[in-house]
Each structure stands twice: as C-alpha cells, then as structure tokens.
C-alpha cells in the first residue's frame, strides 16, 4: 500500500472514528502534599518519539486472571490476531505498537510472524506485571502510515536475562534464529520447515538425520528446557529432541531432553561428577499427531522435574552438586549429533517449536502460564473490538480554587475538601461525546500520602459523586498504597442523582459528574492543612479504550 494511500484511509477512519469508549482521570496525592496540577489532553512520550497518539486504531486486550496463579514480572504472552484488522498497516507489521493500561508504558515485543496479506500476527509481549487477583488489561496500538515514531520491536529485550536461547524454529536458509541474540543455531542435513504450533516450525525425521547446532551454555547452576513437540511417528528407538553434550572422546555430557522407545520422557541431567545423574521418567507417553508442551526443570535444590502440559509426570532425586558443564560441548536440537561415526545416534522424529532454555528454574506459575498463553486457550486471552485512538470527546474541569484540593482539622475527625475554609467543595468534571461512542468509564487514583508529620494514606480518602451536584453518595474508599476508583453505570451509586452513564454509557451529550473527597485524620496525626498544591499532580489522560 502506497504512503499517501495509507494517509488517506488514515484520513477517513478519523472523520468515521467510533472513538473514546473511555478515558482516566489520574488524581496523584504525593507524600509530600505539594505539587498538583491539571494537564488535560496532554499527550504521554513514551519508548523513544513514539507514543499511543500515533497510531490511528487501537484494541483492548484482557488477559484473565483465573488463569495466573501467582503475580508474574516481566512475562512475555502470546498476541496472535487473525481477525483481519491489520491487513492495511505496514507490510513489514513496523507500525504496532503495546503500550500498559494507563498508556503510560510502552511493551517491547517481537513480531514471530506477520502476513500483510491476511493481516495475521503472530507476536511475543513482554508485559511489566501480570496480576493473579485482577484482569491484566493492555493495549494494542497499530497503523501509522508515516512511521515517524520508535517502534516497539525489540526480540531481545522481550526474553529476561534468565533466557539463554529462545527458539521459536523459524530459519532464514540454513540459520535457526535465537531471540536472545546469543545461539543462532546452524542447520546440519536437510530439515524441512513446516506450519507449526506458533507461526512455523521444524520437522525432523529420523530418516535424513537432520539437526542443528549453537554454542554451549555457560555455567549455571540450575535449568529449565521448555518446548513443543508433535511426534509424528515411533521409530522404536530413542528420540532426543534438544541436549547440551560434548561427543569428543570422552563423551561428556550435561543434559539431555528425550523420548525412550515407549515414548515416555527423559530429562538426564548430571552433576558435577559426571557419573552422578538424575533421570526422571515420566510415567505415561505421549500420542503421535498430537502437541505437547514438555517441560524439564533443574531446581535451586538441584531437583529434576518433568512436566507435559501443565502436569507433574514425573521427578528424580537431585543430582550430586551442581550442573556440570563440559570444558567444550554443543547444543543439539532434533539429534543427538551432526556426524555419523558416534556409538549415539538418537534422532527426533517429529516437529518441534518454541524451545527455550532458561539458567533458572521457573515457577510452576510460570509454566502454566506459558502453556495457557501458547495454547491460546480460550478465554486466556480476549480482543476488544478495533476502535479508533483519536480522541474525539472534550471535557474540563472546574471547581477547587487554584487547583488545590486541600482538607483541615482535627485528629480523629473525618473532613470534606475545603480548600477555601467551606466544607463540601467539589469538583466538577464535564464531559461531551461528540461521536457515536460512548465514553463508559472514567477512574479516579489516588496514590499513597505517607510523610513523617501527616499518616494519611489513600485508604483515608473516600470519593463521593453525583450527577446533579446535590445528591452525592460515597462510590468507595482507596487502598492503602495507591488504588483506582472506576466510575461506571455498574458502580454509580443509588443516592447519587441520576446514573450519568445509560446502558452503552455517556454517549452525544454534554454531562458533568461531581466529584468530593473526605479524608479521615487519623489518631497522632498532627492538625495542620492536608493538601496537594498547584504544580505536579493532577493528570488527565484520554486513550483508553473497549
């Protein structure tokens, strides 16, 4: 697609935009009580020039927290669109883009697989934080046809530190790429790429005796091995699918990830003294034509455990020491070696894709997290439909004077903002939709307010709120530690006027929501002016999006 083609579609979907299902009301009280002002429709910067405004359509992603079982960091999930919604941007997918919730971070990510044809990606996000008691909630960002921004795709940065080699089995000639930049893999004999789990993958039979090889590990005390393999047949001999061997003379080796000939595996793992070895079995096999994600983990406490899917299949006592690493070894995948003379010659018969080696043993959070991510179960992961990112909606706010919101009293008593000695103050917030989206939602955060003279934390402020404003009611109190509140037609209370927000939200109206916050003084705490004053804190942000 031509620039200036790409300019006018850009063009178009602005005048046709379906924009702003809602937006975030930021309200930051710092430690310090100082520093508050009000930045509306201020844009955000984000990774190098790039932020959310550039890009012309957006979509929300959900993943479900019932599926994480413990908070994970720095967690990189499966995106895989085939919706057809990317099938006008960049050929080369450059022009997508992942940014936080609150648009105020930008992901880094790596495009598996992108076809400008169908507009299928296949992508790799590296999200900050994944909580277990609460929906993550991202964004998706894409189509700029100018390219003027820095773009997110970064392999390299996506993987932490704890990868060694990520291999996601797609190759450029004879070249099996890592993501980790570290051990691109050599191809040795024919092996033929082939539609995988994730984008493509490799399919080794155990005829042409196809492999590939990288450098060795470095020293490392404990291992993960992670992969999926579809076994295609059994050949009624041992299939070793990736191992870390030295086949000189002395035929060292410090781990090997296979299947015996009942197609049950094996993780032999060996300690400092070679001779000393863990080997756990898993008690059942696996089924040709079917995927399996088969995972080999080396703990901390030097235990070897084996997993398919997200099961425990089987365990063995731990190795003596630690790993043992060969002076000189190789990382073989899909054989056992590239030549012919070994005594070993054990091949895959079968394809294999997304193996990952990490120097630390993950969680069993971890491990099922990945295979729900890459199994694209249903409900791990949910789109939002396409929505338009240029706002489209106005709004201001009025009230508090100096842009201050201030309380004062008494330790042990409970005071409304009074920034001008009268109880009661508000502040007023209007809002007018002037498209045919509505804005659904609009929160409110407030941060921690420890100092050493005044304890008050978020959890001694409480929001109010009303439609008319007369008849407020308390919507809900902060968190210690910093929380948002969401104002939407589910938590609209009963005694606040009229709900603001009808079933598909506010939509081509002009509509105020008021606003009050009440603080508790808490015992010990001196009686002086509580206050967020006039410089750094009040932020508005539009962007986000249903």
């Not at 199994?375 to 909606?393: K, L, R």
């Not at 989206?437 to 934390?457: H, K, L, Q, S, Y």
């Amino acid at each position: 697609m031509s620039p200036v083609e790409k300019i006018r579609r850009k063009l178009l979907r602005n005048v046709e935009a379906k924009v702003l299902p809602y937006f975030i009301l930021t309200l930051l009280v710092i430690a310090s009580f100082t520093t508050l002002f009000l930045m509306p429709n201020a844009p955000l910067t984000m990774k190098g020039s790039a932020a959310y405004t550039d890009y012309s359509s957006v979509k929300k992603i959900t993943i479900d927290s019932s599926y994480i079982d413990s908070e994970l960091t720095n967690f990189p999930v499966l995106v895989h669109d085939d919706s057809g919604d990317l099938s006008d941007i960049l050929e080369d997918g450059s022009d997508i883009a992942f940014f936080s919730e609150d648009n105020n971070t930008q992901y880094n990510h790596e495009i598996e697989s992108y076809d400008s044809g169908t507009g299928e990606l296949f992508a790799w996000v590296n999200i900050t934080t994944v909580a277990s008691d609460a929906d993550t909630i991202f964004y998706m960002y894409y189509d700029d046809s100018d390219g003027g921004y820095a773009i997110g795709n970064n392999p390299a940065d996506v993987w932490n530190d704890h990868y060694v080699a990520v291999y996601h089995m797609n190759r450029t000639d004879t070249t099996l790429w890592d993501s980790t930049r570290i051990r691109d893999a050599t191809q040795h004999r024919t092996v033929d790429e082939t539609t995988g789990k994730i984008g493509n993958a490799q399919d080794f039979e155990s005829t042409n005796e196809g492999n590939f090889t990288a450098t060795k590990l470095g020293s490392g005390l404990s291992l993960t091995v992670e992969c999926w393999y579809k076994m295609e047949s059994n050949t009624g001999a041992n299939q070793v699918i990736i191992e870390d061997r030295n086949y000189a003379a002395t035929n060292e080796v410090s781990w090997y990830f296979w299947l015996n000939t009942d197609n049950k595996l094996n993780f032999n793992v060996y300690g400092q003294e070679e001779d000393w070895i863990a080997n756990p079995c898993a008690s059942t096999g696996i089924t040709a034509g079917s995927y399996f994600y088969l995972v080999g983990v080396l703990d901390d406490d030097s235990f070897v455990k084996l997993f398919y899917n997200t099961s425990l299949v089987g365990s063995d006592l731990s190795i003596s020491g630690d790993l043992y690493h060969p002076s000189t070894s190789t990382i073989r995948i899909g054989a056992d070696t590239q030549d012919l003379t070994p005594t070993y010659r054990y091949f895959a018969d079968g394809i294999v894709d997304e193996i990952r080696i990490s120097d630390s043993p993950r969680s069993r959070a971890w491990l099922n997290a990945t295979f729900h991510s890459t199994n694209e179960t249903t409900g791990f992961m949910t789109f939002g439909a396409e929505s338009s990112s240029e706002p489209a909606s106005t709004f201001t706010i009025n009230g508090l004077p100096d842009d201050r919101i201030t309380w004062a009293g008494t330790e042990d008593t409970s005071v409304w903002c009074n920034a001008t000695g009268t109880d009661s103050e508000t502040l007023e917030l209007n809002i007018t939709a002037n498209s045919t989206t509505n804005v659904t939602e609009v929160r409110v955060w407030v941060g921690d307010m420890n100092d050493t003279d005044a304890f008050i934390n978020a959890s001694n402020i409480t929001l109010h709120v009303s439609s008319d404003n007369s008849s407020f009611d308390t919507l809900n109190t902060f968190t210690d530690g910093g929380s948002n509140i969401s104002i939407n037609s589910t938590t609209w209370p009963v005694g606040a006027g009229g709900n603001p927000f009808d079933d598909a939200g506010i939509c081509d109206t002009t509509q105020s929501i008021y606003l009050r916050f009440k603080v508790a003084i808490p015992s010990g705490t001196n009686t002086d002016e509580f206050y967020s004053s006039a410089i750094d804190a009040w932020k508005l942000y539009i962007g986000h999006y249903v």
